[in-house]
């Protein structure tokens, strides 16, 4: 099976669930900073998530705790671009271990990951929301319904951004 996401909805199985994008909707040319989310099909990460604040997953994916230390490559002039990295380098990054709720837990979508371009955007996400306000490019869900979606998905579950 597959996610979809389509006008602000995330599709999967029976189940459909409102949720937010990139706040100038959706592209086939990703850029940097654009705020828009990447149309496409994708495999999915591992689960990040923040154990102090969610001490407990019910999910098959493989899950990672987290650190205040942690964040992800958005320097378009390093060699990291796109990753997940130690923020105590001197190297541009988005933290992920931050004082919102957004980030509690946070699943990355493998977009611009095997064969790296710089500058055609990276660390887009499935993250939570409490309001549905636009994104910097990622997809937000409310808690609860992050919660059912991580029970129903697996490793090979791909996402179809429309």
């Known amino acids: 099976m ?9 599709l999967y199985e029976d189940f459909k669930f409102k949720c937010s994008v ?3 909707g959706v592209t086939s040319k990703k850029k940097e900073g654009d705020k828009k989310t990447p149309k496409g099909i994708y495999s999915i990460g591992p689960i990040y998530f923040r154990k102090d604040r969610i001490p407990k997953l ?11 230390n942690m964040g992800w490559c958005d320097d378009v ?14 190297i541009g990054h988005e933290k992920l271990f931050i004082r919102s709720n957004n980030y ?9 990951t095997k064969k790296v371009q710089k500058g055609k955007g990276s660390a887009i996400f499935i993250h939570l929301t409490n309001n549905y306000n636009d994104t910097l490019g990622c ?12 029970r129903l ?5 791909k996402i179809q951004i429309i």
Not at 2 to 10: A, C, M, P, S, W
Not at 77 to 90: G, L, P
């Open 139 to 150: 997809i937000a869900l409310k808690k609860k319904d992050m919660l059912i979606l991580l």
């Open 104 to 112: 509690n837990v946070l699943i990355p979508i493998k977009y611009n």
């Open 22 to 24: 990139g706040k100038y």
């Open 2 to 10: 597959k996610i979809i996401v389509k006008n602000n909805t995330l």
């Open 77 to 90: 002039k390093s060699k990291f671009y796109n990753q997940i990295i130690d923020t105590r380098k001197k």
């Open 153 to 157: 998905i697996n490793q090979k579950t």
């Open 58 to 68: 019910l999910t098959s994916l493989k899950s990672i705790s987290l650190k205040k």
